[in-house]
């Protein structure tokens, strides 16, 4: 390995030389041995590190926040100002809900590192004299690559072989079409753009085959060279940025609640540590502090649930995304038909079927040695000849901007070209036409008559191409594309996908979920419509890719939401219509594909849905990969989403109410009562235990009804909701006071003894109300959920009569507390219950 390095200049190197720089074989490639001593040195082919969190980086995230710290501190203060015992039991509940805390994430982590390993990208490489798939992490300088259609480029390399080999490298040179490459050397001063004889990192074969030596790796490579200076950060999502404003909300109502109790505690002259003590554990107690913990676990569990349907979650925060997506954007083959092209026949001018159609079409496709296309094969497969009297001469292969495929091929006696593509494309091309009856006859006076039986085909649901033919000098040894003119137009050949037998189903179901399917498609408008009402989509609006051409960006926007196929779509555009739909704040987009240029579309998307069988681009850009190219796989994905979503909002509805409304309760009971409501360690041991129950959620059942429409994230809502419910806690803890100073006559223990069981059992209990929407009978909460709330409701009637009841001070109640603490909580059920019902009446959400 010594003296092994990344080639700065290698375009400027012959290849030959390359191989002797890196100690690689220009057969067998490098031995299994050197690849990973390698690895060790230069690292992994990665462009960006990802920031994975290690177990102790992990743990350590979960004391960061800034009010955990000052009670820490402020404990370890207060320990060594005597209060010894107290300290240590704070600090330990404080570690305790930390080490809780990790446990989650740690183990929500872990689950989707097993589920992106499904997905990861994968590179061909020799090693060994044996071609072995890799992961592409793992490609080192020296692998000798190998490419065909639809590969994504691993790393930095030098062709050394290549055949008819186009890259699509528009990340790096924001160049559309593709790039025709060949192996030759290059002067040090090329620009990239032009450097014909490299393949770059993070681009994608188009068509065509290749060997290629990786010269650099990881951030040496010029995408590394980007994103180094770039070094930006996937965009936030919704879900991400609700968060986060909910956070700050927390962060404003805390503050403003803990200053105020700090301040009436020092007026009434009570102990200023304590009082700060107090202060700080009413703040923790505000914050749901295991709320990163819950959302990674309940997104972690929501992807393992997807997976099971076949939905792979590459991005945790999209899940929000998929759920609320009220469009889904997405190509019809593949995805509303079979996605397997197939012969209906060869039809001459007239549309009479013809065998010479069919046999030239058979020899362009048999002979074609480029782009890999099921077109090529479904003609194959329709009827086979015998080619022997034909030997290949030359070949133009297919690119996206003639759209055509030539071939020439000799039969001793004389060479023939025959061109198959799109109709426009091969009818431009021509000078003649030829008629049923073999006459040759002037283009000009059947162009009419061929657009016509286009249009005729089209609205019949079939895809048309066209097939036109010359002869041409004997000499000839090779074409290119200049030959391509004068041809004489033979006919079509007419090719169609069918119906998947489920689709119906499938977009209806879309709709029950408030899902618009709208149509992407490269085709013409007369398929595109056609597929589309077989489909449900009556009376379609479309617009095609030319329109797109005469329309300003704003009248798109205003557009687009209402047309619900866009047909002839040129693959830069389709990004153009997914931005124009999210333009619209009430739009959530989601954009499936798994063509090789749907990748600016997917990652303009909120939701970038793509496919396993999907080239690597498509799937390093996507927020989901399914398992299985089936629109009803998406439909389950969507409720899976809307499911883990609606769990993570039963966190947020539980954790804020009861919190706010216990704080909201101690804030006012400092003005009246002489002592501290309860001790700053009983506060933090209450807030404890009422997160175990919530720690459940993340497995609980959710109505159907919570999955019927999109859902977004609404702090508004939320706001009302933690207003509403913990008034309401908050008036019930006041019957509490009331009951205990003039009724029961309560000593300091008493009160704070009775409180504490109340609170805990009270919150524990209404998590069955706030959960679900319905009456609590109505709706079946998971036994996980329940036996912890059981647990709870135990630990905490048990609880004064064991050691932890002299650890935390509180007393074992006689049976007339008890008794009171019973019809307090049912009496705050049952008005939990009747105060949701009104709530979610005048309340849409």
Same mark, same amino acid.
């Given at each position: 390995?010594?003296?092994?390095?990344?080639?700065?200049?290698?375009?400027?190197?012959?290849?030959?030389?390359?191989?002797?720089?890196?100690?690689?074989?220009?057969?067998?490639?490098?031995?299994?041995?050197?690849?990973?001593?390698?690895?060790?040195?230069?690292?992994?082919?990665?462009?960006?590190?990802?920031? $994975? $969190?290690?177990?102790?980086?992990?743990?350590?995230?979960?004391?960061?926040?800034?009010?955990?710290?000052?009670?820490?501190?402020?404990?370890?203060?207060?320990?060594?100002?005597?209060?010894?015992?107290?300290?240590?039991?704070?600090?330990?509940?404080?570690?305790?809900?930390?080490?809780?805390?990790?446990?989650?994430?740690?183990?929500?982590?872990?689950?989707?590192?097993?589920?992106?390993?499904?997905?990861?990208?994968?590179?061909?490489?020799?090693?060994?004299?044996?071609?072995?798939?890799?992961?592409?992490?793992?490609?080192?300088?020296?692998?000798?690559?190998?490419?065909?259609?639809?590969?994504?480029?691993?790393?930095?390399?030098?062709?050394?072989?290549?055949?008819? %080999?186009?890259?699509?490298?528009?990340?790096?040179?924001?160049?559309?079409?593709?790039?025709?490459?060949?192996?030759?050397?290059?002067?040090?001063?090329?620009?990239?753009?032009?450097?014909?004889?490299?393949?770059?990192?993070?681009?994608?074969?188009?068509?065509?085959?290749?060997?290629?030596?990786?010269?650099?790796?990881? !951030?040496?490579?010029?995408?590394?060279?980007?994103?180094?200076?770039?070094?930006?950060?996937?965009?936030?999502?919704?879900?991400?940025?609700?968060?986060?404003?909910?956070?700050?909300?927390?962060?404003?109502?805390?503050?403003? #609640?803990?200053?105020?109790?700090?301040?009436?505690?020092?007026?009434?002259?009570?102990?200023?540590?304590?009082?700060?003590?107090?202060? %700080?554990?009413?703040?923790?107690?505000?914050?749901?502090?295991?709320?990163?913990?819950?959302?990674?676990?309940?997104?972690?569990?929501?992807?393992?649930?997807?997976?099971?349907?076949?939905? =792979?979650?590459?991005?945790?925060?999209?899940?929000?995304?998929?759920?609320?997506?009220?469009?889904?954007?997405?190509?019809? !083959?593949?995805?509303?038909?079979?996605?397997?092209?197939?012969?209906?026949?060869?039809?001459?001018?007239?549309?009479?079927?013809?065998?010479?159609?069919?046999?030239?079409?058979?020899?362009?496709?048999?002979?074609?040695?480029?782009?890999?296309?099921?077109?090529?094969?479904?003609?194959?497969?329709?009827?086979?000849?015998?080619?022997?009297?034909?030997?290949?001469?030359?070949?133009?292969?297919?690119?996206?901007?003639?759209?055509?495929?030539?071939?020439?091929?000799?039969?001793?006696?004389?060479?023939?070209?025959?061109?198959?593509?799109?109709?426009?494309?091969?009818?431009?091309?021509?000078?003649?036409?030829?008629?049923?009856?073999? *006459?040759?006859? *002037?283009?000009?006076?059947?162009?009419?008559?061929?657009?016509?039986?286009?249009?005729?085909?089209?609205?019949?649901?079939?895809?048309?191409?066209?097939?036109?033919?010359?002869?041409?000098?004997?000499?000839?040894?090779?074409?290119?594309?200049?030959?391509?003119?004068?041809?004489?137009?033979?006919?079509?050949?007419?090719?169609?996908?069918?119906?998947?037998?489920?689709?119906?189903?499938?977009?209806?179901?879309?709709?029950?979920?408030?899902?618009? @399917?709208?149509?992407?498609?490269?085709?013409?408008?007369?398929?595109?419509?056609?597929?589309?009402? &077989?489909?449900?989509?009556?009376?379609?609006?479309? =617009?095609?890719?030319?329109?797109?051409?005469?329309?300003?960006?704003?009248?798109?926007?205003?557009?687009?939401?209402?047309?619900? =196929?866009?047909?002839?779509?040129?693959?830069?555009?389709?990004?153009?219509?997914?931005?124009?739909?999210?333009?619209?704040?009430?739009?959530?987009?989601?954009?499936?594909?798994?063509?090789?240029?749907?990748?600016?579309?997917?990652?303009?998307?909120?939701?970038?849905?793509?496919?396993?069988?999907?080239?690597?681009?498509?799937?390093?850009?996507?927020?989901?990969?399914?398992?299985?190219?089936?629109?009803?796989?998406?439909?389950?994905?969507?409720? *899976?989403?809307?499911?883990?979503?609606?769990?993570?909002?039963?966190?947020?509805?539980?954790?804020?109410?009861?919190?706010?409304?216990?704080?909201?309760?101690?804030?006012?009971?400092?003005?009246?009562?002489?002592?501290?409501?309860?001790?700053?360690?009983?506060?933090?041991?209450?807030?404890?235990?009422?997160?175990?129950?919530?720690?459940?959620?993340?497995?609980?059942?959710?109505?159907?009804?919570?999955?019927?429409?999109?859902?977004?994230?609404?702090?508004?809502?939320?706001?009302?909701?933690?207003?509403?419910?913990?008034?309401?806690?908050?008036?019930?803890?006041?019957?509490?006071?009331?009951?205990?100073?003039?009724?029961?006559?309560?000593?300091?223990?008493?009160?704070?003894?009775?409180?504490?069981?109340?609170?805990?059992?009270?919150?524990? @209990?209404?998590?069955?109300?706030? &959960? !679900?929407?319905?009456?609590?009978? $109505?709706?079946?909460?998971?036994?996980? %959920?329940?036996?912890?709330? #059981?647990?709870?409701?135990?630990?905490?009637?048990?609880?004064?009569?064991?050691?932890?009841?002299?650890?935390?001070?509180?007393?074992?109640?006689?049976?007339?507390?008890?008794?009171?603490?019973?019809?307090?909580? @049912?009496?705050?059920?049952?008005?939990?219950?009747?105060?949701?019902?009104?709530?979610?009446?005048?309340?849409?959400?």
């Amino acid at each position: 390995m010594t003296g092994i390095h990344q080639e700065k200049e290698f375009w400027n190197i012959s290849a030959s030389e390359l191989f002797g720089r890196l100690s690689s074989n220009k057969t067998k490639g490098l031995s299994s041995y050197q690849a990973k001593e390698r690895l060790t040195t230069h690292g992994e082919n990665v462009v960006k590190a990802t920031r $994975k $969190k290690d177990s102790i980086s992990l743990l350590i995230s979960q004391f960061k926040s800034p009010i955990i710290v000052i009670f820490i501190v402020t404990a370890a203060l207060s320990f060594f100002l005597g209060e010894e015992e107290d300290s240590i039991i704070i600090i330990v509940i404080v570690v305790t809900s930390g080490v809780l805390g990790f446990w989650q994430e740690k183990g929500a982590s872990d689950a989707v590192d097993k589920l992106l390993a499904i997905v990861q990208p994968k590179c061909k490489v020799i090693r060994d004299g044996k071609i072995q798939q890799v992961i592409s992490e793992n490609v080192v300088p020296g692998d000798l690559a190998v490419f065909k259609s639809g590969d994504t480029v691993a790393a930095d390399c030098l062709i050394t072989e290549c055949k008819d %080999l186009f890259v699509n490298e528009a990340t790096l040179t924001g160049e559309s079409y593709p790039s025709e490459k060949c192996v030759c050397s290059l002067p040090k001063e090329t620009p990239l753009r032009e450097r014909v004889n490299c393949l770059f990192m993070g681009t994608f074969v188009v068509s065509g085959t290749a060997e290629a030596l990786i010269a650099r790796t990881g !951030t040496e490579t010029e995408l590394g060279n980007i994103s180094e200076k770039l070094k930006h950060r996937a965009p936030e999502t919704e879900f991400e940025h609700g968060v986060k404003r909910f956070g700050y909300f927390l962060l404003e109502i805390t503050l403003m #609640l803990v200053i105020s109790i700090l301040v009436i505690n020092i007026y009434f002259h009570r102990p200023v540590l304590d009082s700060f003590l107090f202060s %700080l554990a009413l703040a923790i107690g505000l914050t749901p502090q295991l709320l990163p913990a819950i959302i990674s676990v309940n997104l972690a569990h929501g992807a393992k649930r997807m997976a099971a349907e076949k939905v =792979i979650v590459k991005r945790l925060e999209s899940i929000e995304n998929l759920g609320s997506m009220n469009i889904l954007c997405a190509d019809k !083959t593949g995805t509303l038909t079979a996605g397997e092209v197939k012969v209906h026949s060869a039809i001459d001018l007239e549309g009479n079927p013809s065998q010479k159609v069919l046999l030239y079409a058979y020899v362009n496709a048999f002979y074609e040695t480029g782009f890999v296309n099921p077109i090529d094969k479904a003609i194959k497969e329709f009827h086979k000849f015998d080619t022997s009297p034909y030997s290949k001469v030359g070949e133009v292969p297919y690119d996206f901007i003639r759209k055509r495929l030539s071939i020439i091929v000799s039969d001793n006696n004389s060479c023939l070209m025959v061109t198959k593509g799109a109709l426009q494309n091969v009818v431009s091309s021509c000078m003649n036409a030829e008629s049923a009856s073999g *006459e040759i006859l *002037e283009l000009s006076s059947v162009v009419e008559a061929i657009q016509n039986k286009y249009e005729e085909l089209g609205k019949k649901g079939f895809r048309v191409l066209g097939v036109s033919y010359k002869l041409i000098d004997t000499s000839r040894s090779s074409i290119s594309k200049d030959d391509e003119v004068n041809m004489t137009f033979a006919g079509f050949i007419v090719l169609f996908d069918p119906i998947k037998p489920d689709v119906i189903e499938s977009v209806n179901a879309l709709k029950k979920l408030g899902i618009a @399917l709208k149509l992407i498609t490269g085709d013409n408008k007369h398929v595109a419509v056609h597929v589309g009402q &077989r489909v449900g989509l009556s009376n379609p609006r479309v =617009i095609t890719g030319s329109d797109l051409n005469h329309i300003s960006i704003e009248a798109l926007v205003k557009l687009a939401t209402q047309v619900d =196929i866009f047909a002839e779509i040129a693959p830069n555009q389709k990004e153009q219509i997914i931005l124009a739909l999210r333009r619209r704040a009430a739009n959530v987009v989601g954009y499936m594909g798994d063509g090789i240029n749907d990748a600016s579309a997917l990652h303009a998307a909120d939701a970038g849905i793509s496919v396993d069988t999907a080239a690597d681009p498509l799937k390093e850009a996507a927020d989901f990969v399914l398992l299985e190219k089936n629109l009803n796989v998406l439909v389950k994905g969507v409720q *899976e989403g809307r499911r883990t979503f609606a769990n993570t909002l039963k966190y947020v509805f539980m954790a804020t109410s009861a919190n706010f409304g216990n704080m909201f309760s101690m804030a006012g009971a400092s003005f009246f009562l002489s002592y501290l409501p309860l001790l700053p360690k009983q506060i933090l041991f209450l807030n404890l235990l009422t997160d175990f129950p919530e720690m459940t959620i993340s497995t609980d059942n959710v109505d159907p009804e919570s999955v019927e429409n999109p859902r977004r994230w609404d702090l508004k809502f939320i706001s009302k909701f933690m207003l509403v419910f913990g008034l309401l806690s908050t008036v019930f803890d006041y019957v509490t006071f009331a009951v205990l100073i003039f009724l029961l006559h309560a000593n300091i223990d008493e009160f704070r003894s009775t409180w504490f069981t109340e609170s805990l059992i009270s919150a524990s @209990l209404v998590v069955l109300v706030i &959960r !679900t929407r319905r009456p609590l009978f $109505k709706s079946k909460p998971r036994k996980y %959920l329940v036996l912890a709330i #059981l647990a709870i409701v135990g630990l905490t009637l048990a609880i004064p009569i064991t050691p932890l009841g002299q650890l935390f001070e509180l007393k074992s109640l006689s049976i007339t507390y008890l008794i009171a603490i019973s019809l307090i909580v @049912l009496s705050y059920i049952f008005t939990a219950e009747v105060v949701k019902k009104i709530f979610y009446k005048r309340t849409k959400y």
